[in-house]
T-cell receptor, first 115, second 115 residues
């Protein structure tokens, strides 16, 4: 069964460093998303991406964040200068262009720890 | 704006007992509703979804949920809890499945199952 894959599964970084989280969405999906979950809290929407541009972003997704689809398969989330409060699990998700589902398929997540 | 409220951040049941996890939503348009499950240190897995049609939907692992428009609810139930059901459960709403519409998640309910 096709799945969304994310790397790395866990990254530890120093405050102020740049981090890139990578995702390979399901191959025939066209909508891509990043969510984050701070430990013990709810899953929060960060950004959606379609047709090589951001469709929507939340207030969390400030100038420190960026997304990119550098090739036909990868979808990346970059945090330019990490802060302690960026420590969280980051989930990538993708969605098929099908008006009858609306289901997002999630990856296993990348846990980011900022020291 | 859409929102999801999950009553009870923690629910504890005995093995074999009924599981009832509550979810109420707010949406200005007919909602599409989802339940996702998150096992420890794993990603989000779709349990079931309601889009249109039958208001009682069945999902994986014996779970089901009923969409009640009059009550703006989408409660998740399982007749008999199993130890393996211990996980965090998230209710989510989307305005419509088409386009890049995101899912808005509730705060989650952690289900504990005791022998």
């Amino acid at each position: 069964e096709p799945e969304v894959t994310q790397t790395p599964s866990h990254q530890v970084t120093q405050m102020g460093q740049e981090v890139i989280l990578r995702c390979v969405p399901i191959s025939n999906h066209l909508y891509f998303y990043w969510y984050r979950q701070i430990l013990g809290q709810k899953v929060e929407f960060l950004v959606s991406f379609y047709n090589n541009e951001i469709s929507e972003k939340s207030e969390i997704f400030d100038d420190q964040f960026s997304v990119e689809r550098p090739d036909g398969s990868n979808f990346t989330l970059k945090i330019r200068s990490t802060k302690l409060e960026d420590s969280a699990m980051y989930f990538c998700a993708s969605k098929y262009v099908d008006a009858n589902t609306g289901e997002l398929f999630f990856g296993e997540g990348s846990r980011l720890t900022v020291l | 704006a859409q929102s999801v409220t999950q009553l009870g951040s923690h629910v504890s049941v005995s093995e074999g007992a009924l599981v009832l996890l509550r979810c109420n939503y707010s949406s200005s348009v007919p909602p599409y509703l989802f339940w996702y499950v998150q096992y420890p240190n794993q990603g989000l897995q779709l349990l079931l979804k309601y889009t249109t049609g039958a208001t009682l939907v069945k999902g994986i692992n014996g779970f089901e949920a009923e969409f009640k428009k009059s009550e703006t609810s989408f409660h998740l139930t399982k007749p008999s809890a199993h130890m393996s059901d211990a996980a965090e459960y998230f209710c989510a709403v989307s305005e419509a499945p088409g386009g890049y519409n995101k899912l808005i998640f509730g705060a989650g309910t952690r289900l504990a199952v005791h022998p």
